[in-house]
């Protein structure tokens, strides 16, 4: 019966495939019913799913990158890094501790327990929907999908409609290599997401945007769904007076004008020790020129503002007049030079949201107490990123400051490593995925006492007090 159901589920979704709004209810049902066969629980079925998976995407590479160059305009090889080495890294961790991740983890058991004993076992949820972003729209669906797979769950995955061209290659891939009753891409925009939201799925793993996270967290309640939401937000980047200024400028230009500053995790804006402030701008300046030549706007490597909406968004921040470096756009290309201004205050519009752009506000200090002080009474950030070759300062700023994560003389590689959970906190999300990280995410801790016959301690029936005031008087 259940290879029957199997079967038949297998090829009814597969027919349906490509027939979107109407059908998500019957994916739905489709994926719950498989997921009941028990067929994706093996530790064989997982794997073998991971192997597909990364022959799909290997077979499909050029054209992955050719889509993401055609709605990001970013260079073949910087996709490659940014998008394709995370996923094969993450589908090659996940085969390689799969095993082990999965063998269910003893625990010791006290001593009024025994002869029983304790274990935690992961299980997965059941229907995962995942839900990704346009600034990294492959990885940032793939990744969490590894997960998913990795924990044997079945997914329905919904790419992000501005980038139509990656969405296009996902859903060929997946399509030709997963039975939806499976794995489903969904295409479409916000409708179909809504679509999907409406859907009871057995957890959630969204990331994209503080407001939309509060409308999944919304409908998540209503069915009680966990979640994971990763999220955006300001992250800041300090560089102290004791900061090497070299090293930092380069490492600060680089995370914040990738991806022309598409990056959930680039420094969204600087705070700079005063004395030091002009010879920071200096160098990240330098450093721009160097990446990027002295036109900017023609260099291959500046990529797109998404489109036109974000382009106006942007311009409207701030004006030319201000700009220490850089302002050059157009409107054509969808491209925004990179760019840097000082500022006074948290007043100027570039501070009252996410940048998500090639501009970068600076701000000074003169006391790292204050500052980071004054850091408290914000949202906490995604990331905190610390430039300082004081240790003690060091320790100081990562103790009285909260993040999702953190850099010391760094900007978002800490989310290039695998044995990093990445997530946010605040508002920059809750949850945490990658690696091992994304297998406790996404799967079930069952707590499991298994106990023996031979023993039945008679003391637990006992009607007299006596076990229990000996119990209180010993363990609590
Ligand atoms: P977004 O929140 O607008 O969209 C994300 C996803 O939600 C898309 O798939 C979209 O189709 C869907 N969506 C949009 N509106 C919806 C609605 N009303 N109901 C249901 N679903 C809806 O985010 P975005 O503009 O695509 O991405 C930018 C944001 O994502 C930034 O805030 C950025 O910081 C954040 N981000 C976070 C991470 C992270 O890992 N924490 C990574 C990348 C981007």
Known sequence: MLIFDYFFYASQACKKQGVILSNIKEIFSAQRTFFKTGATLSYEYRFEQLHILYDAVK???KDVLQAL??????TTKESYLAELVPVYEEIKLFKKNLKSWMRPQSVSTPIHLLPANSKVFPEPYGVVS???????????LMTPMVGAIGTGNT??????????????????IIAETFSPNYIAYISGGIEQAKSILQEKSDFLFFTGSPRVGQIVMQA?????TPVCLELGGKCPAIVDLDANLEIAAKR?????YFNAGQTCAAPDYLYVHQSVEQELIEKIHQEVIETFGKK???SPLLAKIINAKHFQRLSSLFSVQELEFGGASSVEKNKIEPSLLRIKSWEHPLMQEEIFGPILPVLSFQNIEDLVGSLKDRDKPLALYYFSTDSSKQDYVLQNTSSGGACINDCFLHLANPNLPFGGVGKSGMGAYHGKQSFDTLSHKKSILTNKNYLDNPLRYS??????????????
Do not use: C, T
């Open 59 to 61: 077979k499909n590479e």
């Open 69 to 74: 160059a055609a709605d990001l305009g970013r």
């Open 130 to 140: 995942i839900f990704a972003p346009w600034n990294y729209p492959f990885q940032l």
């Open 155 to 172: 997914m329905i995955l919904k790419g992000s409609e501005y980038a139509p061209n990656v969405q296009k290659i996902m859903e060929k």
């Open 220 to 224: 998540a309640a209503k069915h009680l």
């Open 252 to 256: 600060i230009a680089w995370a914040k």
């Open 296 to 298: 900017p706007m023609d």
């Open 463 to 476: 009607k007299s007090n006596r076990f229990k005031d000996w119990i209180v008087k010993n363990w609590l």
